[in-house]
């Protein structure tokens, strides 16, 4: 029989030829150290996406579309560098979108908080 370490605590492991690890325990503790980089990465990212999404929609509660300047949204916690996607309309104006909610630079440091139309 073929007696290998496990790759994970280094103890003795039996059993099949391609088995790695000594237990389901030492299997998950090795890919989540592996992937816990990445991980934390996209987790990172997907909150601050989740609070600039909730930023727009709780400032879009009551009406349509909205002007706010900068200060304002960074006072509430809005992180410019991270959105979803961006659109650009006839008048060449480009609107970032996080998610279904979006915003247009203007002058003076305003912006125009709009959401997406939906056509169903």
Known sequence: MNTKECIECGERIAGRADKKFC???????????HNSDETNYVRNVNNILRKNRRILHDLLLTTETIRCTRTRLI???FDFN???STYKNKKNELYFFCYEYGYLPLENYYYCIVRKRTFA
């Open 23 to 33: 237990s389901d325990l030492c299997r998950n503790a090795f890919h989540n150290r």
């Open 75 to 77: 006072e509430l916690g």
């Open 82 to 84: 991270h959105f979803t």
